[in-house]
Every structure is written in C-alpha cells, then in structure tokens.
C-alpha cells in the first residue's frame, strides 16, 4: 500500500467521478483506475460502488475513508513538525556556560556576525551541570572540566587565566596604583562570590596565605558585586579576562603582582560526541576557537 494510492482514493471518494479527479491529480484515468483497483485488492474488499460512470463509496470505503483522513493527516502533521524543526535547527543556538560573564563578549561578537541566530544561554554551576538541570538538548557547552552525565562529550580548549586582579572603587586611595601586593590589602573590607564556587575558597586562601583573615562583607554574584564595589561597600578579587567586560566598567582594576591563580582550569568548548552540530552550533564552535586564538592563550602576566 503506497501513500499516493492513499491520497488518490482520498481525491477519488470526495469526487465520485474518475475522469475528473485523474485531471486534478495529473495523471490519466486509466492509471487512476488501475491504482484503486490495486488498493482493493489489497484491502480485500470493494470500497467503490460503480454505478453508471460514478464512483460511490460503499460502507467498506466510508470506514477505510475515516481511517485514511485521520492517517493523511497524522503524517501532514509530522512532517510539518519536523520542517520546522528543521528551519528552527538552522536559526537556533543553545549554550550552557559555567561563568556568566566569561563569555560575554565571545557571544555578543558571534551574534554580532550572525544576527539571523536566536541564542539560548542557560548559566549553571558545575553541580546543577550534573543533577539538577536537563541539558540534553543543548548544542554546547563551555566552561572548565565540564562533564554532562549521559553523554560523551568532545572539547577544544579555547584559553587559560591565570591571573589575579583586585578592583576597587574608582576613588579608593589604593586605586592610584600600577599594581598591588597582598598585605597591601590585610585592613580592606572584601565582597567574594557566592560560596558553591570554587573561586571563593581560592579568595580565602589566597588572603589567610598572606598573613590575615580576610574581612568579607558580602558574598554574591558578579552583578551584585560591581554595584556593591561602585558603592564603596568593599573590593574584590577578579581576573583579567573577567574584567575586560563592562560589569566593572566604572571600577578600577590592578594587578596582583605576587599571586597567580594556580586553580585555573583551561576554559573549552565542549559538544556532545554522537550528535552531529546543526550548523549555527558548528559556527559558534569554529568562531570560538579562532576568537581566542587571536589572543594569547595564558593570561598569567607575571611568570
């Protein structure tokens, strides 16, 4: 049973006349005759009554008719659905990021080259990563040392920051400064990042290594932190790639010149290993790796 004899005696039954239904289908009478004669025998019983040159459907072909209309449509359907996933597969691009603002400007320029993409982006800590959050439908995913349980996954790695920056209001007395050391900053009031983040235990080290326990008024987000700093309530630590973006444009930003961030992770591009990229998610990944590559890959200024 073939789909075109399905839609030809689909035609055939709301026309009742042979002759004219082959001229709407573009096809000759006698092929049209053939072809249901076909689905009869197939069927194994007559579902047309002939009666003087028209074709009446008898109650055999009423019920297989409701079947055929319900099946045509079933398939319509699904192959709409699937062209449009299709289309949506060549406009659509999904990214799961460990640092929300890392990423920033290597999104913004991609989309910058390629403005008929809709972009995703769901921000997640390595934890949510493993547990919590379905990521099974998402293109790529970039961060350091990211594993998605379920799935194998292929990287590029893309850089490495090794550096240690402090920022400052723009009026703090220290803010004058080329660089900065680590007692330099023993009676500073600190803001670190929320605790389930690796950063955070690094901060703390880094300050009780230097001779003191570090006086932190807040623990937060990048967002809160900069506004938090903008008023005066404290500093922070941060990195030199972190602080190109504008979060902390009206901040100052110094050099550590006697740490360097020996927990940094070289930052990749990951995607899963058995599904083929659709192409704005092949575009995104080649764009990333050339992004970086016209940069230095260390960030450490101080080895």
Not at 51 to 63: A, D, F, I, K, Q
Not at 193 to 212: D, Q, V
Request: net charge negative; proline share 4%; with cysteine.
């Amino acid at each position: 049973m073939e789909l075109a004899q399905l839609r030809y005696f689909q035609a055939l039954a709301k026309n009742g006349n042979l002759t004219r239904t082959a001229k709407d289908l573009f096809i000759s009478a006698p092929a049209l005759s053939t072809s249901i004669s076909r689905l009869e025998q197939e069927v194994g019983v007559p579902l047309f009554d002939r009666v003087r040159g028209r074709m009446y459907l008898n109650e055999y072909g009423e019920t297989f008719l409701r079947e055929v209309v319900e099946g045509l449509s079933k398939l319509d359907a699904g192959r709409e659905m699937v062209r449009a996933m299709s289309q949506l597969e060549d406009t659509h691009l999904s990214l799961v990021v460990l640092n929300n603002v890392l990423w920033n400007g290597l999104i913004a320029d991609f989309m910058a080259q390629h403005p008929d993409v809709h972009v995703t982006v769901l921000s997640s800590s390595s934890n949510a990563l493993k547990k919590d959050v379905d990521v099974s439908n998402f293109d790529l995913f970039l961060g350091g040392n990211i594993r998605v349980n379920g799935q194998d996954l292929e990287s590029a790695s893309l850089f490495v920051d090794n550096s240690v920056m402090v920022c400052l209001p723009s009026d703090h007395p220290l803010a004058a400064r080329e660089s900065l050391r680590m007692p330099d900053l023993k009676d500073e009031r600190f803001i670190f990042p929320s605790p389930n983040y690796k950063l955070s235990e690094f901060y703390y080290r880094i300050c009780r290594e230097a001779g003191f326990e570090p006086n932190v008024v807040a623990e937060c987000n990048y967002v809160l932190s900069s506004y938090l700093i903008q008023r005066g309530f404290g500093i922070t630590f941060t990195s030199l790639r972190a602080c190109e973006f504008d979060i902390f444009s009206n901040s100052v930003t110094l050099p550590l010149v006697d740490v360097v961030n020996d927990t940094a992770l070289a930052q990749n591009i990951y995607w899963k290993k058995q599904q083929k990229l659709s192409k704005p998610a092949a575009q995104f990944r080649d764009f990333a790796i050339a992004y970086y590559n016209k940069n230095v890959k260390s960030f450490d200024p101080f080895r």
